[in-house]
Antibody
């Protein structure tokens, strides 16, 4: 069964850092593009970042560019999101999602994790 | 930046057909996808590449995309279809989501 399991969320102070993990099972990360999508409390979905299947193309939303970094450990079949310089407006549930293509630009997010909550507050 | 516009809410009676629209500049030239999200749950892919149904989804869900508008249509709507629906596309190296439409089945 194809599954994604996020972890690493928590409460962090403004300006702080966090690393989110997304453990994939039932498929290999090197075969599909992967992404992160967040959802602030009672708000809609907001795309954060996408990496293609070979890791050679990485895309970020303007709101997180320069502060967040997406990465992968193929040997562990795990996707990461490194969050730096966190702000109150970064407070959200962060979902990792598998794309149904290798590029991440022509298909959709067909498998989603359960999400992990990040709260930025002093 | 590219924007997708959805109506905030739509209502339908059980058994009826409902359409949810998603508007964006020349959206028909891009692929559109649709996601369903129920309270407290993760989003679920419903339609991708304009009209392809996600695996396991009932045939009552269908999609189209032309001109500036993508449309998700649910035929024979059931109470369990009550949820938030989000459209999504890709533009200029960016994934774009619509603001979401709350579907109420009265």
């Amino acid at each position: 069964e194809v599954q994604l399991l996020e972890s690493g969320g928590g409460l962090v102070q403004p300006g702080g850092s966090l690393r989110l993990s997304c453990a994939a099972s039932g498929f290999t990360l090197s075969s599909y593009a992967m992404g992160w999508v967040r959802q602030a409390p009672k708000k809609g979905l907001e795309w954060v970042s996408t990496v293609n299947s070979n890791g050679g193309s990485i895309y970020y939303a303007g709101s997180v560019k320069g502060r967040f970094t997406i990465s992968r450990d193929i040997s562990e079949n795990t996707l990461y999101l490194h969050l730096n310089s966190l702000r109150a407006e970064d407070t959200a549930v962060y979902f990792c999602a598998k794309d149904c293509s290798t590029t991440g630009t022509t298909c959709a997010f067909d498998i989603w994790g359960q999400g992990t909550m990040v709260a930025v507050s002093s | 930046s590219y924007e997708l516009t959805q109506p905030p809410s739509v209502s339908v009676s059980p058994g009826q057909t409902v359409s949810i629209t998603c508007s964006g500049d020349k959206l028909g030239d891009k692929y559109a996808s649709w996601y369903q999200q129920k309270p407290g749950q993760s989003p679920v892919l419903v339609i991708y590449q304009d009209k392809k149904r996600s695996s396991g989804l009932p045939e009552r869900f269908s999609g189209s995309n032309s001109g500036n508008t993508a449309t998700l249509t649910i035929s024979g709507t059931q109470a369990l279809d009550e949820a938030d629906y989000y459209c999504q596309t890709w533009d200029s190296s960016t994934v774009v989501f619509g603001g979401g439409t709350k579907l109420t089945v009265l």
